[in-house]
């Protein structure tokens, strides 16, 4: 353990590759296998099997094959395995990575990070496994305990505990695989579910240290127990509630003589927020994609892109980087020669790290979406592919955002567009830790100073 | 004279602001009047006059009307003065602002280039405006006797004068109005005529104080010239050099085997470069853009995006703007502590500028994106609207950026369409200079330093 602890802190970012390349090749080969395709089902050729491994690996949830169709019981299991171990890994790596490179060591940002997780000494990555195996199955256990009781009013007990089970796990590491070809469109209208769900999708992907942060300070009242929580579960808490509120209020109108339109205002509210909580990066669907407006799916990938939280099983940009750079434009317009949030200066290299991150991942984008668009359309004009450009925007941003929700555009994908598709929701998984990482191990240099110049901006 | 210079400096964008209204309010009386209007076209709207007067005093080149056929002369004339007087008046207004502005006197950027316009005292707004009317005099009336050269091999002297001088115009202003419906399809194949256009676009695109500096040095030799220019003249020829071949390289790349699949070599090449060169801010086009692929629109859009020069007649992000983005996100990954350029340090200030202007620029983009999309379709599944998200998008860059390329979209826009887009024009042109005020007048202030918190990142 300590030498594998030892190795990770010396090189994260190659660790991390080696380990979810490991992780997806074992998912390859045993999709694969005869046992766990479904009965009548096509074979599941090796490329359908690498996709459906990187995206049930990378907890992203686009799929070329149909989870409850193309698949037995056991590739179904092995589908949750993979998710699962996928989830915990990237929640326990993360964290590990975070706590132990940070910035700088003289950072009271480290020092608080260090004592949420307790002494130093045991801030070690099997210390760190424990507890979020320990937040997994607590949390995986209640919603599973919910949602088996809501089913056994629908299904035979084997199968009701099994869609609970799958559902539970698949929700709580964001993952939005299902065991309905329709994702939850059958459950639109299930108070229960929709709850259950949404209430395992926030606490995954509001990131580890935040819950910690939360099961430390409870216990003091809402007002004390606010005031000695960290920037960073300050800024989570904050973030995620705005975003919620904005994708909620945004789809409500947007689709308000939509696909809400014939149905009661409750279920326009329960559908609406559902969508909110899910699309920024679970990637669960209670609404057909495909009925929404143009509107609507531009503001989804919005939320997508911003995704969950950091050491969490969520992806995108992350809430706290978008808040950095939403603060640090709106200072800079006031003038303001640093950044202040709740009595906490933000330093400077956080500020750099945030803007150079959502640089990089949105180069990416854009290349990737070249790319996909290249491959997809070949040298069609675009009026004869009408839609195309949407459908592969959406489709790139959820692949990097690991959202795993699409127009049906997935299936329309050709070997190469399946390939980009993997390689992104693999990126979009490795890619934020290992800038992270390589941000952290790079030797600050500081390079000669010479006379100043600016060149003109605007 | 001094009077209006003290005022401009004082509250320079409120006074930009009414100049181009009023500039705006003017021509659209005009152009509603009936002397404009053409032989047997309909009446022109107040909102369409509207529309084309923003559109020409911003040097924007979107059209919802038809500049040869729904204007007489007379209209065409005016839309020439609203492009001249926008042009010249961006230019002088903008290189006033910065020069009289800057951010810290002390920086020797704000030196240098009063250096650049003689002594101090000469740089009030006289000054500028006399040599920006020498630059634009002189660059239109070569333009202009190649052009009428050409031209006096295709149409009757009066209207090949008239021609020429109306394109030479449209074109150093990057306006891309132009006198053919198709606005300049038939010249596809006419070297003399695109690499006229092009050398205009280009003088006209990489602002006024490079020119200056350009001038100063030219006589140096290459070398020596190159290594006394300043900063920022180096930052804008080595980016336009690399945004024009990328440019070039990714449309001929993309269109091998689409619309310049049946093309010779050498018109292949040719088709390439103009788009590269009047994609990124002028707005004419030797192509039908409903005949390019998506990808080629998408990556169209991303140089519409990236812009061309500060102090000049285009538009855009700015490619000065970019490049400190991209740098700075760069050196960041390499754990640099500041930005080396060209033997020179960026101030800290510039970068902060850059970025929170290009968030600013992007919000706006994603506000304005959402309200198109919702006044356009109102509640249409986007099955049944296919198409709508490229064209949307591409006509707010397009706007945005006041590049006046379109794919059609223009024409099917419904009043409130127009409206919105009238609003983007206008904050295209006016908004980067306005944003540069803005954080240069702002009293800079130095909040408390509380205790150092990183939020996590990524
Ligand atoms: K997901
Ligand atoms: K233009």
């Given amino acids: 353990m300590a030498q594998l602890t030892g190795s990770i802190v010396k090189y994260p970012a190659r660790n991390l590759v080696a380990w979810y390349v490991g992780l997806i090749v074992v998912g390859t080969i045993v999709l694969t296998l005869s046992i766990c395709r479904g009965a009548g089902a096509p074979e ?95 949390s995986e256990g209640i919603g599973f305990a919910i949602l088996l009781a809501r089913n056994l009013f629908l299904y035979e007990p084997g199968k009701a505990a099994w869609h609970a089970l799958f559902h539970s796990v698949s929700a709580f590491c964001n993952a939005g695989f299902s065991l309905h070809d329709d994702s939850l469109v059958s459950f639109q209208g299930d108070v229960i579910v929709n709850v259950t769900i949404s209430g395992l999708i926030i606490v995954g992907g509001i990131g580890f240290p935040v819950l910690l942060d939360l099961y430390k300070n409870w216990r003091r009242g809402p007002l004390e127990g606010w005031v000695n929580l960290h920037l960073h579960s300050k800024f989570m808490l904050f973030g995620t509630a705005f975003f919620l509120l904005a994708g909620f209020g945004g789809f409500l109108f947007l689709e308000w003589n939509g696909v809400l339109n014939q149905m009661p205002l409750w279920k326009k509210l329960l559908v609406s927020g559902f969508h909110s909580v899910t699309c920024r990066t679970a990637g669960f669907n209670t609404i057909d994609l495909t009925s929404l407006t143009n509107a609507t799916l531009f503001i989804s990938m919005i939320l997508m892109l911003i995704g969950a939280g950091s050491c969490s099983t969520g992806g995108g940009f992350k809430v706290s980087t978008v808040m950095v750079m939403a603060l640090h434009a709106w200072k800079t317009f006031q003038g303001a020669t640093r950044i202040n949030f709740a009595r906490r200066t933000i330093p400077s290299e956080v500020i750099q790290a945030a803007t150079a991150t959502a640089l990089l991942f949105s180069f990416v984008a854009i290349v990737a979406l070249t790319m996909l668009l290249v491959v997809q359309q ?11 450009f949407l459908d592969a925007a959406f489709e790139i941003v959820s692949a990097l955002g690991t959202v795993g929700l699409s127009t049906g555009f997935t299936g329309t994908l050709s070997d190469l567009g399946k390939l980009i598709i993997i390689a992104l929701m693999f990126l979009g998984r490795i890619g934020p830790i290992s800038v992270f990482a390589a941000l952290s191990m790079t030797q600050r240099n500081t390079p000669v100073e010479y006379p100043k110049e600016e060149p003109l901006i605007g």
């Fill in 44 to 138: 599941i050729t090796f490329l359908d099997a690498f996709f459906t491994a990187t995206s049930a690996g990378c907890v992203t949830g686009l799929a070329v094959r149909s989870t409850p169709h193309d698949f037995s019981f056991t590739g179904q299991l092995a589908i949750l395995l993979l998710i699962q171990v996928g989830g915990i890994g990237i929640m326990s790596i993360t964290t590990f990575a975070m706590f132990n490179l940070g910035s700088k060591p003289s950072l009271r940002a480290r020092a608080i990070l260090t004592e949420t997780l307790g002494a130093d000494d045991n801030t070690d990555l099997k210390w760190i496994l424990q507890h979020v195996l320990l937040v997994t199955v607590v």
């Fill in 378 to 388: 070949s040298s069609t004009p675009h009026p004869n592919s009408p839609g195309l």
